[in-house]
């Protein structure tokens, strides 16, 4: 197996156009238990821990770019504040030793439908930047950027470079339900994202469809019937639960039955939803 070990953005961009079966890899959580299990055997290895400007973090305006190799030790240390959601969902993640070593952008180029990040990408309305030589940068908003069990819209000669978030405007939550409290891939799990500037709720569902996905006709629901100047109206509540459950589509395996997962998003989702407009109310009262 061929190792290939870039030290610059534009290396790596070269590698992967010019070997696209070369297999990149960053913190390595997933690709090396695949590769020990004989999963499969790629041709070559895309190493890209060299290659520095991945593992870190910037902001622009109130966007907050968060490099494909930026560890979840660091999201939790440094972007805990602003990025809330994220945060939590990278706290949930494996062990210390995988959030040490694991990534958002692996997470992404997995894309498995448990992953953790995606929910609170897809409820913050985060936009995946991805490059390639030939074709430069293309933005994909995480909406888009999956599209099916393990497949996602990143071409064979693309690498992960950063994904943009934009700093929490309201009260974030992710929730998670496991076998065990760690180290435990996601029977399901939801995040929601209040964006009182718009008066908008985001949602993200997690393992309880092939694809991480938003719960759009629940988040049209609230826009049109959350009062934001009042009290969250229990029949409002119940029916956003009813929504999101019924914007899953589950299936029974190993970790849960799909009508258990059904059940649980509507549970995370009037949870979640009360945990943030109950922050929501005490800033605006305070
Ligand atoms: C014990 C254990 C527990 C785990 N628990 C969890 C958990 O609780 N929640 C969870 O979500 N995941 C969990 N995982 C899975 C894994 O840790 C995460 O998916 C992690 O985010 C992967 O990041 P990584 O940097 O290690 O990715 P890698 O293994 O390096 O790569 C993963 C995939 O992304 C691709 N890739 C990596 N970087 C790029 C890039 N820049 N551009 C394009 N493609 C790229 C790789 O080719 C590969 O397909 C666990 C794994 C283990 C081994």
């Keep these: 197996m061929e190792f290939l070990r870039p030290t610059t953005w534009a290396e ?5 156009a010019d070997q696209p079966e070369a297999v990149p890899i960053q913190g390595g959580t997933d690709v090396m238990v695949e590769i020990n299990f004989d999963v499969h055997r790629p041709p070559a290895l895309l190493d890209l821990n060299q290659v520095g400007e991945l593992a870190t973090w910037s902001r622009e305006g109130d966007t907050y770019r968060v490099g494909a190799g930026l560890p979840y030790v660091k999201i939790i240390e440094e972007l805990g504040g602003v990025l809330p959601g994220l945060a939590q969902a990278s706290r949930t993640v494996g062990s210390p030793q995988i959030r040490n070593r694991g990534t958002v952008g692996g997470n992404l180029g997995a894309a498995s439908p448990a992953g953790d990040s995606h929910p609170p990408l897809l409820a913050a309305g ?6 390639s030589r030939a074709r430069g940068v293309r933005m994909i908003p995480a909406h888009e950027f999956y599209l099916g ?6 071409e064979p000669d693309e690498l992960i470079r950063a994904v943009r978030v934009e700093a929490a405007g309201g009260p974030q939550y992710f929730s998670k339900v496991g076998t065990r409290n760690a180290m435990v891939i996601a029977v399901c799990s939801f995040s929601v994202a209040l964006h009182p500037g718009e008066r908008r709720v985001g949602t993200g569902i997690g393992s309880a469809a092939p694809t991480p996905r938003r719960a759009l006709e629940a988040e049209e629901f609230l826009a049109n019937e959350l009062d934001w100047d009042t009290r969250l109206d229990t029949a409002v509540l119940r029916r956003f639960g009813e929504l999101c459950s019924r914007a899953a589509s589950p299936i029974d395996d190993v970790r849960g039955t799909a009508d258990y997962r059904r059940h649980a998003i509507a549970v995370m989702a009037r949870r979640t939803l009360t945990w943030a407009w109950n922050d929501y109310r005490k800033v605006r009262a305070a």
């Design 149 to 154: 069990v393990k497949r996602s819209a990143l």
């Design 126 to 131: 985060a936009v995946v930047e991805v490059e």
């Design 12 to 16: 790596a961009l070269a590698a992967k």
